[in-house]
């Protein structure tokens, strides 16, 4: 599972390379070193236009978590951060964007080791992605070891076991329904019956627990009661929607960061992949009401509906 540069090895290499393995440890090349740059702060070596973003205590390792009592808060504020990253991460590859930050996403800059020019990454991926792709191994892995690594921020703090536990289930609760949220979101692409009630309930789930559930365990730390916990996961799934549809109107601008094959900027990908946006939810309910309408007006002139366009 190692990238076999550790050790001796990657201490006699470069002046860089012996800074990164002292920062990430044994797996430092296709692992921490991909996550530092995926959240934008590799200060040993930053991508152009990309410096620090991150306060010390947000990192992949543990190790690196604060761990006096007095800073347990610290530990779950990691635990959200990472828990963003390790989710956005996993959502470049499932919609394909090949971006972020206006940087080659996390999954086209380590599938390209091999391609002679890394700047043209765009025109490596519109070659093809094949089984077993590196870089698409490479995101799914990164993504799946922060997920780890979230968890084990709270583990190993000094808050109290009872605490641990409650804030453990806060994010259990937002992976599973982020999870079905994705689910939604992958396959009801281009569905004639998406309704504007079925995306409310993909955005909840998709966007509103992973953006509140910060706040949630902030609230569980300050011993808020349950009656107060759960306003705030129905304030999430409220902000969720709205911030969603929000990021649904971007996609017509240059705003979304998203780059073509060209390196230029691309204006509504969502609306050429189908996405169940709220968009399309709007347009297909309003042209389902015009269909409706029409078949009433010929069902009352006993003529026949003509049939509908392809």
Known sequence: ?????????????????????????????????????????????????????????????GRRVPRRPSEGRAAFAAATEIT?????????????????????????????????????????????????????????NAGDYMMA?????????????????????????TLVKTGEGQALDVNLRADAGFT??????LATLKTGYYLIFGVVGSAQLAGLDEKSIAALWTLGGNVGVAFQMLDDVIDLTSGKGRLGRNGKPQLGNDIREGKPSALFAKTMEIASRKTNRGSSRYSRSGASAPPPRT
């Open 84 to 140: 963003h990253e390790y989710l956005i991460c996993h959502d470049d590859i499932m919609d394909g964007d090949t971006s972020r930050r206006d940087q080659p996403a996390l999954w086209v800059r380590y599938g390209m080791a091999g391609d002679s020019m890394p700047a043209r990454y765009q025109a490596a991926v519109s070659r093809g992605i094949k089984l077993g792709d590196t870089g698409i191994a490479n995101g799914i």
């Open 1 to 61: 599972m190692g990238d076999g540069l550790h050790g001796p090895e990657l201490a006699a290499g470069s002046a860089a390379d012996r800074a990164r393995a002292a920062r990430d440890g044994p797996y430092g090349r296709w692992l921490n070193g991909p996550i530092w740059y995926h959240i934008g702060d590799d200060a040993i070596d930053p991508p152009p236009g990309r410096g620090e973003a991150l306060p010390a205590h947000v990192l992949p390792h």
């Open 196 to 201: 504007v009630g079925k995306y409310f309930e």
């Open 149 to 173: 690594k979230a968890y084990e921020a709270v583990t190993s703090s000094h808050l109290s076991d009872a605490r641990k536990a409650a804030l453990c289930g806060t994010l259990t609760t």
